[in-house]
């Protein structure tokens, strides 16, 4: 789930392939990708002989279209809501319908395959898994906002500092009560204001120098990557999807 941070909508190239339509993949993404990751995954479904499409964030209608298409599968990973209406359980219930697999994570693909799942719609990852056992349940825990014209993320979604503060106490950095307080510093910053700037000026006011030495390099520019919970389950979503019928699982 996205608002960009300004009205006009960014669109990322579509990717052709010679394959088959019956091989196809048709990925719905924006922030949760990078354009390192979009190479990787560009290269993938070369070796594998597999189709990959990739289509900017959905919104309402965007899926229609293949309801009546040749045989596809479906990737939803970033969707849009504010100045669109988001894509709804009508549609995705149409989709699988007419025999087209549909599956999702890491954003408002997590939050649809969590609803649709008694439809036949299928998710993966941690962000579906956390929304599925209802650990997490407010749809805001995915939202951000995004630059439209290279979808790099401009502010940090909830969801993300959530599975970062977890991993931090796992790992004997943070003690638990240091991670609640730093997770409700990050909740009162409405996710249009949660930039990593921001956020730590938050945090360096509300918790101990401890605590700050510990999540305070996490928010450079070098770190923010890769702890991006959304940008792994995307990924891995993909990932899934392109060497699943390729004979590699």
């Given at each position: ?22 091989s196809r993949i048709v990925v719905h993404a924006g922030p949760s990708l990078r354009r390192m990751d979009v190479h990787s995954l560009r290269s993938l479904a070369e070796t594998v002989g597999r189709g990959l499409e990739l289509r900017p964030p959905v919104r309402r209608h ?188």
């Amino acid at each position: 789930m996205i608002a960009p941070t300004r009205a006009a909508d960014g669109e990322r190239e579509t990717g052709g392939s010679l394959a088959d339509a019956s091989s196809r993949i048709v990925v719905h993404a924006g922030p949760s990708l990078r354009r390192m990751d979009v190479h990787s995954l560009r290269s993938l479904a070369e070796t594998v002989g597999r189709g990959l499409e990739l289509r900017p964030p959905v919104r309402r209608h965007d899926l229609l279209e293949l309801a009546v298409a040749a045989p596809v599968q479906v990737v939803m990973l970033d969707g849009e809501f504010g100045q669109r209406l988001a894509v709804s359980i009508s549609e995705i219930r149409e989709v699988l319908a007419a025999g087209q697999r549909l599956t999702g994570a890491a954003s408002m693909g997590a939050l649809r395959a969590v609803e649709c799942r008694t439809l036949g719609m299928t998710g993966s990852g941690w962000v579906y898994e956390q929304y599925l056992s209802g650990a997490i349940e407010s749809d805001a825990e995915v939202a951000l906002l995004y630059d439209p014209d290279d979808y790099t993320p401009v502010t940090i979604p909830l969801v993300n500092l959530r599975w970062l503060l977890d991993e931090e106490v796992r790992e004997g950095l943070l003690l638990a009560d240091m991670a609640a307080a730093a997770l409700h510093v990050a909740r009162g910053l409405h996710f249009r204001d949660r930039r990593p700037d921001v956020l730590l000026r938050q945090w360096k006011r509300e918790l101990s120098a401890k605590a700050v030495t510990v999540l305070e390099p996490e928010l450079s520019s070098e770190r923010i990557d890769v702890w991006d919970r959304k940008r792994l389950d995307a990924v891995a979503a993909v990932q899934i999807a392109l060497v699943s019928e390729a004979g590699i699982l």
